[in-house]
Structures are given as structure tokens and as C-alpha cells.
């Protein structure tokens, strides 16, 4: 549960920087555009190990027993999904007023959340090539001993 408040925390950080450097830089800057595509990155990391986080919290309700891939695979996809909800969040909120023209700016908002998706994945596909080799030497080290 600890881990758990400090990943809540480490989110709320990471959105609240976010907001600042849209604040301060003008949402129109390219050097947005880079710290944008970095934090999307990191937080398809911190999306996959919250989901991690959730899946032990919840582990005494469910006795599931997964081959770790097969585990990695699921936390891949809930990270997704919480890219998912930034994103409608990030549609909705920021973009509602200029969605239903059609102008060079609307396409731009579509690469923008594809791309935001692309980088969340590849940040929870980083994230999950750590976990599993995490799991084969925890395996590995548990069988020497």
C-alpha cells in the first residue's frame, strides 16, 4: 500500500509538471513539444508499474498464477489504458473547442494523441523488459541458493 501512495504522488508530480512547463513555455513551443514527448514516455513507465502496483494490492482477492510474459503483457495493456484516459482527458479538456473544425490544427491534434500513445507504449514496453528481467534473476538467484 505504501508503494501504491508513493506512485499516486510520483503521477501527481509528473501531470503538475506538466501543467507548469505548458504555463510557463506557451503550449505552442517546441521545447513543450520535447519535455511532452519525455513525460509521455516516463509515464507509460509509471502507468505500467501502477498497474503492477494495483495488480499486488488486489493479489489477495485473486490467486491468479501467470507465467510472468503473460503478466507483463496485461500490465502493458493496462498502462495503455490509462494512456487512453489521459488522452480523452487531454481531447476533451484542452482540445473540445477546435476538434470539429477541419483546419491543418485538427489533424495536428490527431498525430498528437497518436503519437502520445505510441511513446506511452513504448515507455510500458521499456518498463516491462526491466520487470522481466527483474523476474529471471529474482528465478535465477532463487534457484542457486
Not at 87 to 93: A, D, L
Request: proline residues 1%.
Amino acid at each position: 500500500m505504501k508503494k501504491f501512495i508513493v506512485l499516486l504522488f510520483l503521477g501527481g508530480i509528473i501531470v503538475l509538471f506538466s501543467y507548469l512547463t505548458g504555463y510557463y513555455f506557451g503550449l505552442e513551443s517546441r521545447i513543450v513539444g520535447l519535455i511532452s514527448n519525455s513525460l509521455h514516455f516516463l509515464s507509460g513507465i509509471y502507468a505500467f508499474f501502477f498497474v503492477v502496483s494495483v495488480f499486488d494490492i488486489t493479489k489477495k482477492y485473486h490467486n491468479t498464477i501467470t507465467v510472468p510474459l503473460m503478466e507483463s503483457l496485461i500490465f502493458i495493456c493496462g498502462a495503455l489504458a490509462l494512456g487512453v484516459i489521459w488522452e480523452w482527458y487531454e481531447f476533451i479538456f484542452i482540445y473540445w473547442d477546435k476538434v470539429f473544425i477541419l483546419n491543418k490544427q485538427s489533424t495536428l491534434i490527431y498525430v498528437d494523441t497518436v503519437s502520445d500513445l505510441a511513446l506511452d507504449l513504448l515507455g510500458a514496453l521499456s518498463a516491462s523488459f526491466c520487470y522481466l528481467i527483474r523476474k529471471k534473476w529474482k528465478k535465477q538467484i532463487k534457484s542457486f541458493i
